[in-house]
């Protein structure tokens, strides 16, 4: 069974689609909302396998939703404009439903989700016998200008406090996340992201030196980046310490 979530700001347009899924009972529809702000809500309520998003909506955009989930669910967007197609596939949608559009092609999108399930199952199981279920993201979405991009997580170099904001710091550019660095701890592996201090995060990846002091430490990156590492947090670094 996969959980579905259904996000269109015209009625007609989340009728049809429910009209639709009847066809396929292994589609279970959890969740509904005609507006951004309440589908970010919704989705990050239900968590749900398949997302059929809309673009053009009141309050956010179908892609300024993206920037706010929990966790990227399987997305077909679903809209009447064909200009958003190209920036769909590079947050990697399944398929880019463009209204109207017909049962059959309805029909083709879904197979893709139902294909790709079933090729991946067998690996999926291989992966759960052999080793512990990943709990922390390898890609997420970030944004840059207008764009969402698909960045790995192995690239952030340290995590900056910006007010309620923090800064995810690669090697080539600065994206601007919406979470706030407690939240932002939380989803990343504490084996390779250290907090050490309430502003900062680091990957221990990048570090390339640590100079010790009689109170703190410093840790210089290799971007060249020197983070200080507060009092409460010197212990973190002292486990690392052979």
């Given amino acids: 069974m996969k959980k579905v979530v259904l996000v269109d700001d015209e009625p007609a347009g989340r009728k049809l689609i429910q009209q639709y899924l009847k066809a396929y009972p292994e589609l279970v529809l959890v969740g509904k909302a005609n507006n951004g702000v309440d589908a970010i809500k919704v989705i990050n309520e239900f968590q749900p396998d398949l ?3 809309d673009v053009q909506m009141p309050g956010m955009n179908g892609f300024e939703v993206l920037t ?15 200009q958003y ?14 209204k109207p559009y017909t049962k059959e092609r ?4 879904v197979q893709r989700v139902l294909q790709s399930e079933s090729q991946t199952e067998a690996g999926r199981l291989t992966e759960s ?5 990943q709990t922390y993201p390898e890609r997420i979405l970030v944004q ?31 994206y601007l996340s919406n979470y706030g660095i407690g939240k932002i701890e939380d989803r990343l592996d504490p084996k390779v ?9 680091i990957n221990i990846h990048y570090v390339e030196s640590v100079d010790k002091y009689a109170s703190s430490y410093d840790v210089k990156m290799q971007n060249g980046d020197v983070v200080r590492v507060s009092r409460g947090y010197m212990d973190k670094i002292k486990a690392l310490t052979f």
């Fill in 193 to 201: 992201f250290i907090r050490v201090h309430r502003s900062s995060i």
């Fill in 106 to 109: 309805f029909h083709e999108a």
């Fill in 144 to 174: 840059s200008g207008r764009r969402l991009i698909n960045l790995a997580v192995q690239r952030i170099i340290r995590v900056e406090a910006d007010g309620d904001y923090s800064r995810l710091i690669t090697g080539e550019q600065t």
């Fill in 51 to 53: 997302l059929f998003l």
């Fill in 68 to 82: 706010h989930l929990e966790e990227i669910p399987q997305i077909i967007f679903s809209t009447a404009y064909d």
């Fill in 85 to 98: 197609a190209l920036k769909a596939f590079e947050v990697h949608a399944v398929d880019y439903l463009l």
């Fill in 129 to 133: 016998l052999l080793e512990e279920k």
